[in-house]
């Protein structure tokens, strides 16, 4: 397999994407666990030091990481990082999510003050803003969608670098603003509201049905909640669809680019390979694959096979041999890095048109800007 | 805090068990510690001498029909594959379950309410939609709820075609960061509704995950990150009340070199012209290249296991039973399986 050179797969430039100033978004998705918080963190770091004006978005940084990007408090509000190399007159700022509190502003920014202290109060809300599966996916957007706003205004930043939450499946932040505003847009609000509403003109036979199921469902007194919540929200309804319709859009555009992130793992790169193939679909902007935690390659050509039998015939003389025990590590590397190199290879062959580029495991986790500008060179300088 | 965990004798008297009393295993652990693998594993060994084992999967990945190679699994207990051997050679069965909230909810409308039409009517208004994406927690107590379900399912009587009873039940949990929230969304749920069937569901439900009958084990790898969220988790299912199992130390690095082979190693005190002479008589190729190679590999190998050894002395400080589990270099297939669940039964855990 090794012996004849395929031309491989396309390379993911990724300076030359962090360099063109027509980048202005790039989203950071994959399953969870492969290490997106870290690599949009070390794309926004090396973006910041070619000369660009980022802020980074995360949602759920590990904890020394965030400290050492001063975001460990949960505020809403980017800061800017320190240790930037400023040279190439760039900068960083970070922020971390607060999706109950972006939920919040965007209710308090979009019904009066009376009003938004009704939904606020709702228990239903609470429960919404704080707990619903999508609500973070869904903030995340919106987040999103005001900074670049912001940026577009008063010009703070020219590149926004989003890391997506750790959904259940890696498809769940693009489709949790449909889901939450076609809910709030449905048929089943109508329904919910009707009755408060008072004229009886929608309460057919097959509506009473449903509407005594689900207070058998839910209990009287949750779906009384339920009804106040969306009775008060009813004004909200087309502002909601409208910017969730608005950040759809800002996605699809050229300034956007989708970075897909995965571990040489089968399910991460399986869940990579659905994520490219709705990103198409969408017609989302893709710029390619970053395959992080790669195992190191070994330093010499001895085959697995060969170590191995070597390693027996020492031990047959000598059962704690420390040569035998090089030899046995050597062979594990050997077919750890096949292994994932196959799989690599196999992701190819089915999106032989997505650019991708690999970074290698680092010995300990990152947690300073060091270790991320590492990455950002590993990333940078594929062969 | 007294050692809950004192081994039980089983049916073997020469094997002790940690878990004889657990009905219902809950796997969490961060994304890409292998939580999937461990809980298909723990299955394969408790499902020994006859004993018949539910796993269970919630977040619609189709990871079971995926490692046990079957087709994709629909909402019905299917036998997937025959548990590990004991001593006597005698295995059980293993089934799996793939729970899907929407189907988890249209039966239980049918089981409570005998609702026919009135199901397709809420289809139909986004009712089924609303209970099981947007109202919050409902999604998570129909889950649940259906884990109780089998759990907590009498035994057969004996005539007819009835459902399996089962010795024990493992669920493939969603990942430590939204365990607590998961499993302890049935008391949220609970306070939300205060009355009604949904609430009388979720303190039932409740009732077991915090009983002696389920534990709650948490897969890690050694390395910072999931370590940190392992801790971060026991103190959370604890104060939640929910009973804190085992962690499971996955992926751990192969330990062909000995304690002081590896110290000799990361501090560069092994003799390459001994190496290069017990290659030569292991019949390799050999030049110095090779044995330079081989020693630079071995030290990248001795920096991180110890950086391996210092995040399990951290696992160890959290005072639950403790297993461990090797990367195995070829991946995860079936026989992969078997030879994990042998593991995790030589350890105690099953």
Redesign the interface.
């Given at each position: 397999m090794t012996a004849r050179r395929r031309p491989g797969p396309p390379v993911l430039d990724v300076d030359a994407l962090l360099d063109d100033r027509g980048t202005e978004i790039i989203v950071c998705c994959g399953s969870g666990g492969v290490g997106k918080t870290t690599t949009s963190a070390a794309l926004a770091l090396r973006a910041a030091e070619r000369g660009r004006k980022v802020v980074v978005l995360t949602i759920d940084p590990a904890r020394r990481l965030a400290q050492s990007m001063g975001i460990e408090q949960l505020d809403n509000t980017p800061r800017p990082v320190t240790g930037v190399d400023p040279a190439a007159g760039g900068s960083l700022d970070a922020m971390m999510l607060d999706m109950k509190r972006t939920f919040d502003e965007v209710v308090e920014g979009q019904a009066s003050p009376e009003k938004a202290k009704q939904i606020l109060e709702n228990p239903f809300y609470i429960a919404l803003s704080s707990s619903f599966a999508g609500t973070q996916e869904y903030m995340a957007m919106e987040k999103l969608g005001q900074l670049h706003r912001e940026a577009l205004t008063d010009g703070t930043y020219d590149l926004i670098v989003v890391d997506t939450p750790p959904s259940r499946s890696a498809l769940d932040f693009l489709d949790a603003p449909e889901r939450l505003s076609s809910f709030l847009d449905g048929r089943l609000i109508r329904l919910l509201v009707a009755p408060a509403r008072g004229p009886a003109r929608l309460m057919t036979a097959g509506l009473s049905v449903v509407t005594s199921a689900l207070g058998k469902i839910l209990g009287g007194q949750m779906l009384r909640d339920v009804q106040t919540f969306v009775t008060a929200l009813d004004t909200l309804f087309g502002s909601f669809r409208q910017r969730a319709e608005k950040t759809f859009a800002l996605l699809q555009a050229d300034g956007t680019a989708f970075v897909v992130v995965a571990a040489p793992e089968p399910d991460a790169l399986r869940e990579a390979a659905y994520f490219v193939d709705r990103l198409t679909d969408d017609d989302m902007p893709l710029a390619g694959l970053v395959v992080n935690r790669a195992s190191p390659p070994a330093r010499t050509d001895l085959s697995a096979e060969a170590a191995i039998t070597a390693a027996e015939r020492l031990r047959a003389g000598d059962s704690s041999s420390l040569t035998a025990g090089l030899l046995q590590l050597h062979a594990d590397r050997v077919r750890i890095v096949e292994r994932e190199q196959h799989l690599r290879e196999r992701f190819a062959a089915s999106h032989p048109q997505v650019p991708s580029a690999v970074a290698a495991a680092m010995a300990s986790d990152v947690h300073d800007l060091e270790g991320l500008r590492a990455i950002g060179t590993s990333l940078a300088e594929q062969r | 805090m007294p050692p809950r965990y004192a081994r039980h004798v089983s049916a073997h008297p020469d094997r002790t068990v940690d878990w004889p009393q657990v009905r219902l295993h809950v796997v969490t652990g961060?994304?890409?510690?292998g939580k999937?693998t461990v809980a298909a594993a723990l299955a394969l060994a408790l499902a020994s001498s006859g004993r018949n084992v539910l796993l269970c999967e919630v977040?619609?990945?189709q990871?079971i029909a995926r490692m046990f190679d079957t087709d994709p699994l629909p909402y019905e207990e299917r036998r997937i594959t025959k548990g590990a051997p004991d001593q006597d050679g005698r295995a059980g069965q293993v089934h799996a379950l793939h729970i899907d909230p929407e189907s988890a909810l249209l039966e239980y409308?049918a089981m409570y309410?005998k609702?026919g039409?009135?199901g397709k009517?809420?289809d139909?208004?986004?009712?089924i939609?609303?209970?099981t994406?947007?109202?919050?927690?409902?999604?998570d107590v129909l889950l649940t709820g259906k884990v109780y379900e089998a759990v907590q399912r009498p035994r057969a009587s004996g005539r007819g075609r009835e459902a399996i009873t089962y010795d024990a039940v493992v669920l493939d949990a969603?990942?430590t960061?939204r365990i607590s929230?998961f499993l302890g969304?049935n008391s949220?749920v609970a306070g939300?509704?205060?009355?009604?069937?949904?609430?009388t569901q979720a303190d039932k439900v409740m009732a077991l995950l915090r009983s002696a009958h389920t534990a709650v084990h948490l897969v890690t790898i050694l390395?910072?990150?999931?370590v940190?969220e392992t801790s971060d988790g026991i103190a959370e299912l604890r104060s939640a009340g929910l009973p804190v199992g085992g962690v499971v130390v996955n992926l751990v690095r192969?330990q062909?070199?000995?304690a002081s082979?590896l110290a000799?190693?990361h501090d560069d005190e092994?003799d390459p012209t001994?190496?290069a002479s017990?290659?030569k008589?292991?019949?390799?190729d050999v030049d110095q290249?090779?044995v330079t190679?081989?020693?630079?590999?071995?030290r990248?190998?001795a920096?991180?296991r110890r950086?391996e050894d210092e995040q399990r002395d951290l696992v160890a400080t959290e005072g639950v039973p403790i297993y461990e589990l090797p990367?195995l270099?070829?991946?995860i297939d079936h026989g992969a399986l078997v030879e994990l669940a042998q593991l995790l039964r030589r350890q105690g855990m099953a």
């Open positions: - | 961060k994304g890409g510690t999937s977040e619609g990945r990871g409308l309410y609702l039409r009135a009517a809420l139909r208004f986004g009712v939609d609303f209970a994406t947007v109202a919050p927690g409902v999604r969603p990942p960061g929230q969304v949220e939300l509704a205060k009355v009604g069937p949904i609430k390395e910072e990150m999931p940190q192969p062909a070199l000995g082979a000799q190693v092994v001994a190496v017990d290659l008589r292991a019949q390799v290249a090779l190679s081989l020693l630079d590999e071995a990248d190998h920096v991180r950086l990367r270099a070829g991946g």
